[in-house]
């Protein structure tokens, strides 16, 4: 898992280190210092935690003047034990909320179990961003993790969507496919 790094390529757009509005604001990093770990295995320096002791992200890009960010994740989602989704939605999601974004993006293939437990911070985080129209999606969740996902039934808050060349991508026309997805579903 030490080899699987954030996706890097927009950090000339975006860095959250460099964001006043991030709560990952002024973080330093090194590339050599391997402390973090998911269970038994180191995972690159440079995830952000948030308070999950089996879930990591980083925050690729946050454009507040359209009102969506992205985030990538790498881990377990553990929502039976740890709790995740509320440390997520406390810790991250709502600082972003409140400056404004509406519109989440979470990059979920390197999330390779989840454990679901009750519902409640994903209809909150729901309704949170459908009061500014917005919505959130997981993109390109393992086959094998989306069962308890699915199973949870989460999905009626949270689509999982594919998107198989996202890094081929600029994050405004990643976001501009997103919202068009959830355009045509509102449309019927």
């Known amino acids: 898992m030490q080899n699987i790094e954030p996706y890097d390529n927009w950090q000339y757009l975006y860095t959250s280190e460099e964001d006043e509005r991030s709560p990952f604001y002024g973080r330093e990093y090194s590339e050599f210092e ?12 440079l995830w952000d935690e948030f308070g999950s002791r089996t879930l990591y992200l980083k925050v690729l890009m946050a454009d507040y003047d ?50 679901s437990s009750d519902d409640c911070y994903y209809q909150e985080w729901f309704e949170d961003v ?44 990643l976001f501009q496919q997103v919202d068009n997805l959830f355009v045509k579903k509102l449309n019927g």
Request: glycine share 4%; charged share 20%; hydrophobic share 45%.
């Open 130 to 173: 459908n009061e500014n129209e917005g919505w959130i999606a997981l993109v390109n969740m393992p086959d094998a993790t989306q069962y308890d996902f699915l199973n949870a039934r989460l999905d009626n808050y949270i689509p999982l969507l594919q998107i198989e060349n996202w890094r081929t991508m600029r994050p405004d026309f």
């Open 34 to 45: 391997f402390s973090n770990t998911i269970y038994n295995y180191y995972i690159h320096p």
């Open 66 to 115: 359209s009102g969506y960010m992205i985030m990538e994740l790498i881990g377990e989602w553990n929502d039976a034990i740890e709790n995740d989704i509320m440390t997520l939605k406390r810790e991250v999601v709502d600082l972003f909320i409140q400056s404004g974004i509406s519109k989440f993006i979470l990059i979920v293939e390197n999330v390779l179990n989840f454990h």
